[in-house]
């Protein structure tokens, strides 16, 4: 899996590509830490862009729960954006797109989110 | 080969032998040649310093002589031994140490024991010096190599400790799921879990409640390894003590999912299939906390996902409520649970078995034991992902209701 940040003024994106697997989910975590904890600032907001993550499994799933709760507790927004249908599908069943905000794409989940 | 060896070759095989006992660290006299050697290299330095010392008495020189002879033929025969010993002989002529030891003796053998007019390549001895290092370092890798050697030892004997541990406690883990289901006249189901090569999470459940229902389970714990294995049994437990307590379903995901939620420091999951079956009426009340929805199979050959799917996984969220679903089994149903090792394992080209290919063998089965589908599915899964490892859990349960 390919993980990539870009930030949109304050906000951070994290754009993953290919598979979210046990393979991938503790290099992904580690990531996602570093993201959450801020580079020079916090972000307002962390944006993932799921267009190209083609699968999720349940550790993949479980990596999403954890940065969920961290963010909460730093009162940092989470959200999901351009989900395909595999990784839809996943986060239904689970009942985790109950728990974390999905939006249909990027543009939708910028413009949504708190900038600063 | 022959049976007589040549002078030759035994002369060959005795200095092997000797280069052996000499030179290995392990030699039977290598302590003591090697004590030799440095005190002649310490020695040989010192009398160099002795000899350029100004008015030494003659009969000094001369002992300091002769004692050179010995230096120098003792390690001369040391080199040649060396040479002898290698396995690869110019890499070792040419190594740092062979080079040393040459350097150490050539002096004498360019010059002898007296060119007064090549005084200054007599300093060469000095690098006699090198030669101490050399033998230093020598005996430093080899004091490092055995303590490596052991330590490798050490870790693959751990290791193998750790994996003996590791598959006793999955068999423990498959062992502690039942055999069979409850004997009961109306209905019968069969089950089978097969683990992927690390510890996993997958686990069903049946259960005798109070008042003739029978709870089935189908579980599924996030990621692999010892956690998953923990989390499995905490939850497996904590579901089979408040089960019986439960009036519905529901009701039992709820506690369950509140106390998970403080025993879970590693913040895990499990996604759980629940449900209970009245085996006089055929009534299946069921609730699901993100579980793959179960398929029914009605005895026409239709198959369709259980509805109520998308609670949330116990374990993230100490409020989640599930709602409790009811269905009326009628003869000939069958109600298949699975967890998702079974449509998603993959083939070596990376494609999924699929929830398709599923429902195709659900659909061709038409009449016998549910043991029968299991076999079924389990084979068409295993045909499917050929050569392809089995990366998750393979859980797997059939219930066929006959008749009240």
Same mark, same amino acid.
């Given at each position: 899996?390919?993980?990539?940040?870009?930030?949109?003024?304050?906000?951070?994106?994290?754009?993953?590509?290919?598979?979210?697997?046990?393979?991938?989910?503790?290099?992904?975590?580690?990531?996602?830490?570093?993201?959450?904890?801020?580079?020079?600032?916090?972000?307002?907001?962390?944006?993932?862009?799921?267009?190209?993550?083609?699968?999720?499994?349940?550790?993949?799933?479980?990596?999403?729960?954890?940065?969920?709760?961290?963010?909460?507790?730093?009162?940092?927004?989470?959200?999901?954006?351009?989900?395909?249908?595999?990784?839809r599908?996943?986060?239904?069943?689970?009942?985790?797109?109950?728990?974390?905000?999905?939006y249909?794409?990027?543009?939708?989940?910028?413009?949504?989110?708190?900038?600063? | 080969?022959?049976?007589? *060896?040549?002078?030759?070759? $035994?002369?060959? #095989? !005795? &200095?092997?032998? =000797?280069?052996?006992? +000499?030179?290995?660290?392990?030699?039977?006299?290598?302590?003591?040649f090697?004590?030799?050697?440095?005190?002649?290299?310490?020695?040989?330095?010192?009398s160099?310093?002795?000899?350029a010392?100004?008015?030494?008495?003659?009969?000094?020189?001369?002992?300091?002589?002769?004692?050179?002879?010995?230096?120098?033929?003792?390690?001369?025969?040391?080199?040649?031994?060396?040479?002898?010993?290698?396995?690869?002989?110019?890499?070792?002529?040419?190594?740092?140490?062979?080079?040393?030891?040459?350097?150490?003796?050539?002096?004498?053998?360019?010059i002898? *024991?007296?060119?007064?007019? $090549?005084?200054? #390549? !007599? &300093?060469?001895r =000095?690098l006699?010096? +090198?030669?101490?290092?050399?033998?230093?370092?020598?005996?430093?890798?080899?004091?490092?190599t055995?303590?490596l050697?052991?330590?490798?030892?050490?870790?693959?004997?751990?290791?193998?400790?750790?994996?003996?541990?590791?598959d006793?406690?999955?068999?423990?883990?498959?062992?502690?799921?039942?055999?069979?289901?409850?004997?009961?006249?109306?209905?019968?189901?069969?089950?089978?879990m097969?683990?992927?090569?690390?510890?996993?999470?997958?686990?069903?459940?049946?259960?005798?409640?109070?008042?003739?229902?029978?709870?089935?389970?189908?579980?599924?714990?996030?990621g692999?390894?010892?956690?998953?294995a923990?989390?499995?049994?905490?939850?497996?437990?904590?579901?089979?003590?408040?089960?019986?307590?439960?009036?519905?379903?529901?009701?039992?995901?709820?506690?369950?999912?509140?106390?998970?939620?403080?025993?879970?420091?590693?913040?895990?999951?499990?996604?759980?299939?629940?449900?209970m079956?009245?085996?006089?009426?055929?009534?299946?009340?069921?609730a699901?906390?993100?579980?793959?929805?179960?398929?029914?199979?009605?005895?026409?050959?239709?198959?369709?996902?259980l509805?109520?799917?998308?609670?949330l996984?116990?374990?993230?969220?100490?409020?989640?409520?599930?709602?409790?679903?009811?269905?009326?089994?009628?003869?000939?149903?069958?109600?298949?649970?699975?967890?998702?090792?079974?449509?998603?394992?993959?083939?070596?080209?990376?494609?999924?078995?699929?929830?398709?290919?599923?429902?195709?063998?659900?659909?061709?089965?038409?009449?016998?034991?549910?043991?029968?589908?299991?076999?079924?599915?389990?084979?068409?899964?295993?045909?499917?992902?050929?050569?392809a490892?089995?990366?998750?859990?393979?859980?797997?349960?059939?219930?066929?209701?006959?008749?009240?």
């Amino acid at each position: 899996m390919n993980v990539r940040l870009e930030t949109v003024g304050k906000v951070a994106v994290v754009i993953l590509e290919g598979r979210l697997d046990f393979a991938t989910a503790e290099g992904f975590q580690k990531q996602l830490e570093l993201v959450l904890a801020g580079i020079g600032s916090v972000p307002p907001a962390v944006v993932i862009d799921c267009a190209a993550l083609q699968y999720i499994s349940s550790a993949g799933l479980r990596v999403l729960l954890v940065a969920a709760k961290a963010a909460q507790r730093a009162r940092i927004a989470f959200c999901l954006c351009s989900l395909t249908a595999a990784v839809r599908d996943v986060l239904d069943v689970s009942g985790f797109s109950r728990i974390v905000t999905v939006y249909a794409d990027r543009g939708v989940a910028l413009a949504q989110v708190p900038q600063g | 080969m022959s049976a007589v *060896l040549r002078p030759l070759q $035994l002369f060959n #095989l !005795r &200095l092997h032998h =000797l280069a052996e006992q +000499l030179l290995e660290p392990q030699g039977r006299y290598a302590a003591g040649f090697e004590n030799l050697i440095v005190g002649l290299i310490v020695f040989s330095v010192a009398s160099i310093g002795v000899e350029a010392m100004p008015q030494v008495p003659q009969w000094l020189l001369t002992v300091l002589r002769v004692a050179e002879v010995v230096v120098v033929a003792v390690f001369s025969f040391e080199y040649l031994l060396r040479i002898v010993a290698a396995p690869k002989k110019l890499a070792f002529i040419v190594s740092f140490q062979g080079v040393v030891d040459l350097l150490a003796i050539a002096p004498f053998f360019l010059i002898g *024991l007296d060119a007064r007019w $090549l005084r200054a #390549l !007599r &300093l060469l001895r =000095l690098l006699r010096l +090198l030669k101490l290092q050399t033998h230093f370092l020598e005996h430093t890798v080899a004091e490092r190599t055995r303590e490596l050697a052991q330590k490798n030892a050490a870790l693959l004997a751990a290791q193998a400790q750790l994996k003996a541990e590791i598959d006793l406690a999955r068999a423990m883990q498959i062992a502690i799921l039942p055999a069979g289901f409850p004997d009961r006249p109306g209905c019968e189901a069969a089950a089978c879990m097969i683990p992927a090569t690390t510890m996993g999470g997958d686990f069903y459940d049946f259960m005798e409640l109070p008042g003739g229902e029978i709870g089935l389970v189908m579980a599924d714990v996030s990621g692999h390894g010892v956690p998953a294995a923990f989390f499995m049994a905490v939850a497996r437990t904590n579901l089979r003590e408040l089960a019986p307590h439960c009036p519905d379903p529901g009701t039992c995901l709820n506690r369950t999912n509140e106390v998970l939620c403080t025993q879970n420091p590693m913040d895990l999951f499990v996604t759980v299939f629940y449900c209970m079956l009245n085996t006089h009426t055929g009534l299946l009340r069921y609730a699901n906390a993100g579980h793959n929805p179960p398929y029914l199979r009605r005895a026409d050959g239709s198959v369709h996902a259980l509805d109520g799917a998308g609670g949330l996984v116990l374990g993230a969220m100490a409020d989640s409520r599930f709602e409790t679903h009811s269905l009326q089994l009628l003869p000939g149903d069958r109600v298949v649970l699975f967890t998702d090792g079974v449509t998603e394992a993959f083939n070596s080209t990376d494609e999924a078995y699929g929830v398709e290919r599923l429902i195709a063998e659900v659909k061709a089965y038409d009449s016998g034991a549910a043991s029968g589908l299991i076999d079924r599915i389990r084979n068409s899964v295993t045909r499917f992902a050929g050569d392809a490892p089995q990366s998750d859990d393979i859980a797997l349960s059939v219930l066929t209701w006959r008749d009240s």
